[in-house]
């Protein structure tokens, strides 16, 4: 492949970085150090202000050698990304230009002020006549909100965190094992306590239970084993120390039957999809209602379209027998276990924050009929918990579709139909069932149909234009197919393939307007239309990352 | 027309063999395909179930012969009777009655017919798309698995809403709606790139888009280049397509390429390049 021009590559290092294809891991490289560079020099400030210059004058020079390499860091930062921006005109009044240019700019001029009048670099002392360059340091606090530039990732990442995290504390019984320690806790400093005072009390100073903390080392070790513990003086003193013993033989027992419990669930599980932990609340996550042979590939297709960045739940009576077929693609999946049409299973679903829903065929209702009631019941229940949760149903009968219509924004796939006419084109076209395959199949060496809206460099141009345009853009490989002119909530409802004037066509309808959006071949999301942030949080657009 | 048994040996006929649900729809868009008339020759693997299904029976009238043979679609004699030595393409469909365990006898049926025939087109429709790898040791030409078309579509239709309207458009074959068309490269065309021939589409403003091509070499398999890259990849736009190639486009009909031809003709006259 030809190498992109050194302005667009610094440009995809300075974006945060998604994992896209065209994305080296440098650029991951840089947000960790950006983001190290931000927190360390936003932890300087607060030392700056805590210890005076005059008690503490070493340290306020390592302060401000830290600060001025700092400043440096973002000064470079910024300059490369004027560098590699879009319109370098209009960068520096971006927001985020803004906030860069506040993170450096208030220690540069005070480095300038310094340079002029001649004094050193160390010596903060020594400006003291630049009272208000030092007052406009504070706005170096400005710094914090390059977080923002970063906002989505590290959303991501939080969220990501707590789904791990929620799913090992379920897995591993950590709950219940952390509840344990704490009755631990609790029955050894009691114990140590009350044996100490009653020792010293009715004994007073012989035995071991009079020294303090001797006696929580007796008492731990009358807990978990009672092997070699010092025995009490007093009568009182040895009562109690049966009764700790008892404690101690219980505790052992529910930590003994806690670990069995989590080897022997993880035996009976291994080779089958987790379980979804109880109460947990995914997020950003893909749910698949129902199990059917068909699981599997969607599974593989939606991870290899996605890159595995998303969680995918699966419900089903029967999914905690879903076996892991591959360890790697099922790897953020999880089964929950119920009827989809259960308000309880329904509120575990995370209905409000998932991305898109799946409703598979039930293999187990009987006559396709059947299955499509159940099918069409289930994307009701859903629907019901929120209306505009984009839906696929997988259908068997003709029939229910004429039902399904009624669900707004619901997609159905009824596979036969298209059986039949593939079945046929393969007949009329041999070896158009290859191309169809490679239009389908998400991996990053097929092509697939993407609709992007119309970059604004094209507008007012003619259709032709604009293919020509495309034909010739040999750094992105984008076969242009089509205007796509339905309203922006009903996509794909109102599209022409290859419109020209031969083909009816006005030169007015032929000119491309800023609404419009295009449709491409394409391997790629073309790099045009990077969904902003809200496309992003919102989950409207999914991308590989 | 109808007829039980073949009076006259067919030729470029389809033959397809075993009836499911599928049947009427598949003799229809076969019949109503654009072009020369054609014959199909239907294998019923079952009498009985053949007439308790009255739906599947395709419409009586329409352009082409109707054949119907009754037996096993394997039988080297009935594949003779269907004249399978001279038909263009066959197509095995999954047995009913066989269940989600119809594909092996499919399969076999598609090696009978490729024994008969090498050269004939087979098209095999297979129930679990986890049985498709098995198949490339045969020479079996295309594999239409619903189950695996089912799952692409749900996960396109999840990551992409609205794209399946573009498939169902693409693969219906009603003369207002576009299908993909693989055309050899016509000759006046053989030795130019695809990035020549799909700038020249544009400039003559045919209503068609040439999204690919598909290299054919000796002892290979064929190569498909859809959305070609740019120069460093290989095979990329500026690949030099020759005789045995073919281009990949999606038009309402494929006879669209020859106006591309005439207008390339009318070009080199008047500029005397393509």
Known sequence: MKRPPLRYRIRRIMEPYNAEPDQTKLSLWVDLFILFSIVSSCLLIPFEHLYSTDTHPFLHKVLWVGEVFFSLVFTIEYGLRWFGSKNRIAFPFTPYALIDLAAFLPTLLLLIYGLWAGQGFFLLRAFRGAQLLRTLRILRLLRILKFLRHG??????????????????YHYRLGRLARLLVMTLIAWVLGANIVHLTERMFGGDAGTYADYWRSYW?????????????????LLGSIEIVVLLFVGIVLVGMLTGEIVGVVMRSMDRHGRVPLKPPGLVLEQHILILGWNGHLDNVIRQIRAALHGHHYILIVSPDADQIPIINPEVYRRVLVLVGEPTQGEVLDEMSIPRALRAIILSGDRYGAAQDRDNHTLMQAVAITARRKDIPLTLELEDRESLRYARALRGAECIVSQPYGELMLCQAVLNPGVTEVYDE????????????????????????????????????????????????????????????????AGFSEEELKLKAEDRLIFIAYQRPSFAKPDEEDLWSGRILVRP | ????????????????????????????????????????????????????????????????????????????????????????????????????????????????????????????????????????ATKIDEVICLGDLAEKLLAQSCITPGSNEVFAHLLTTASHTNQIFLPRVPLPLVGRSWRTIARRVIECGLPFTVCGFVQRRHDERPRFALNPRGLEAHPNKDTILKSKDQLIIIARDARLLDDLVKCAGEQREGRGIL
């Open chain 2, 1 to 136: 027309m109808e007829r039980e048994n073949p009076g006259q040996a067919l030729s470029r006929h389809v033959v397809i063999c075993n009836v499911n649900a599928k049947i009427p729809i598949v003799v229809q868009e076969l019949r109503a395909a654009r072009g020369v008339p054609l014959d199909v020759v239907l294998i019923i693997q079952d009498r009985a179930l053949w007439e308790a299904h009255p739906k599947w029976h395709p419409p009586r009238h329409g352009r082409g012969t109707l054949t119907l043979l009754y037996g096993c679609p394997s039988n080297r004699a009935l594949l003779r009777r269907a004249n399978v030595s001279q038909a263009r393409a066959a197509i095995i469909l999954s047995d009913p009655l066989q269940g989600k365990e119809a594909d092996a006898r499919s399969t076999l049926v598609a090696v009978a017919i490729e024994r008969e025939n090498p050269q004939v087109h087979t098209v095999i429709e297979l129930i679990l798309s986890a049985h498709r790898d098995h198949l490339r």
């Open chain 1, 152 to 169: 989505y990732a590290m959303y991501r990442l939080a969220v990501e965190l707590r789904i791990w995290s929620g799913a090992i504390i």
């Open chain 1, 439 to 502: 239009l389908l199949t998400f991996t990053d060496d097929s092509s697939e149909i993407y609709a992007a809206p119309c970059p604004e460099a094209l507008v007012g141009l003619s259709y032709a234009q604009a293919q020509l345009y495309f034909l010739d853009a040999d750094e992105e490989a984008l076969v242009l197919l089509g205007i796509d002119r339905s309203p922006a909530d009903e996509v794909y409802t109102r599209f022409y393939l290859h419109p020209t004037a031969s």
């Open chain 1, 218 to 234: 007796e008492i731990i070790v009358v807990l978990i084993s009672g092997m070699d513990a010092s025995r009490p003086v007093t």
